[in-house]
């Protein structure tokens, strides 16, 4: 029973997802999530200061880095990022950071999420996770959804730019949630990240800014 559900399953697709899971998981477990604050950030400001001035290259890459994995595990903590983006380097250097880090880790859950679910729909996906423990009868319950989801497919190749767009600006949508959404529905990967690029620049040079001052408040106070 087991092997022919594994034989079945195209896992090679589907393991990245789960090594994602798995590291959320974790990285939860220890409550590494909570060291992405913005108390920690000020706290170590002027140790971050020196350090960018001794490596300044090395810094930005470094927060690049960061932000890529914190938008690839799907982990709360973006928000403060990018307003330690503006605080450490300032609004347009620290405002792109955080767009290249964020584009590079919503495409890589884009490809993955893409590789693996992409051409398969909730039912199909059901029979080929049913193997796992009480997902294939959650995935059988939203199988009614198929049928929105083809007509939001049809959509989307009609004018994915737009709706990528719209998704982007409106904050009231996930950001995660957006990235699987786009992979489901077929987005090119070109669309893909040129919507999110120039769709996070309001918000993203709004939040650096509002870090760089942040930061200048804080040295006048010290």
Same mark, same amino acid.
């Given at each position: 029973?087991?092997? +022919?559900?594994?034989?079945?399953?195209?896992?090679?697709?589907?393991?990245?997802?789960?090594?994602?899971?798995?590291?959320?998981?974790?990285?939860?477990?220890?409550?590494?999530?909570?060291?992405?604050?913005?108390?920690?950030?000020?706290?170590?400001?002027?140790?971050? =200061?020196?350090?960018?001035?001794?490596?300044?290259?090395?810094?930005?890459?470094?927060?690049?880095?960061?932000?890529?994995?914190?938008?690839?595990?799907?982990?709360?903590?973006?928000?403060?990022?990018?307003?330690?983006?503006?605080?450490?380097?300032?609004?347009?250097?620290?405002?792109?950071?955080?767009?290249?880090?964020?584009?590079?880790? $919503?495409?890589?859950? /884009?490809?993955?999420?893409?590789?693996?679910?992409?051409?398969?729909?909730?039912?199909?996906?059901?029979?080929?996770?049913?193997?796992?423990?009480?997902?294939?009868? =959650?995935?059988?319950?939203?199988?009614?959804?198929?049928?929105?989801?083809?007509?939001?497919?049809?959509?989307?190749?009609?004018?994915? *730019? +737009?709706?990528?767009?719209?998704?982007?600006?409106?904050?009231? /949508?996930?950001?995660?949630?957006?990235?699987?959404?786009?992979?489901?529905?077929?987005?090119?990967?070109?669309?893909?990240?040129?919507?999110?690029?120039?769709? *996070?620049?309001?918000?993203?040079? $709004?939040?650096? +800014?509002?870090?760089?001052?942040?930061? +200048?408040?804080?040295?006048?106070?010290?």
């Amino acid at each position: 029973m087991i092997r +022919s559900s594994w034989s079945r399953m195209p896992v090679v697709r589907f393991a990245p997802l789960l090594v994602i899971a798995a590291a959320m998981l974790l990285v939860f477990a220890m409550g590494w999530h909570r060291v992405i604050t913005l108390e920690n950030i000020i706290n170590s400001r002027d140790r971050f =200061h020196l350090l960018l001035a001794a490596h300044p290259v090395l810094s930005v890459l470094a927060y690049i880095l960061i932000y890529v994995t914190v938008v690839a595990l799907s982990l709360p903590g973006a928000l403060v990022l990018t307003l330690s983006g503006g605080l450490l380097f300032g609004t347009l250097v620290g405002g792109i950071a955080a767009l290249v880090g964020a584009t590079l880790g $919503a495409t890589l859950v /884009f490809l993955i999420a893409k590789a693996a679910i992409a051409d398969s729909n909730l039912s199909d996906l059901a029979g080929k996770l049913d193997w796992l423990p009480g997902v294939g009868g =959650h995935l059988q319950k939203l199988g009614k959804l198929d049928a929105l989801l083809k007509q939001m497919k049809t959509g989307f190749k009609t004018n994915a *730019m +737009s709706y990528l767009l719209f998704l982007r600006f409106v904050p009231a /949508f996930p950001f995660w949630a957006v990235n699987l959404m786009a992979a489901i529905l077929g987005v090119p990967l070109k669309t893909y990240v040129v919507g999110t690029f120039f769709g *996070m620049i309001p918000a993203t040079m $709004a939040f650096a +800014s509002l870090g760089a001052g942040l930061d +200048s408040v804080v040295a006048a106070a010290k």
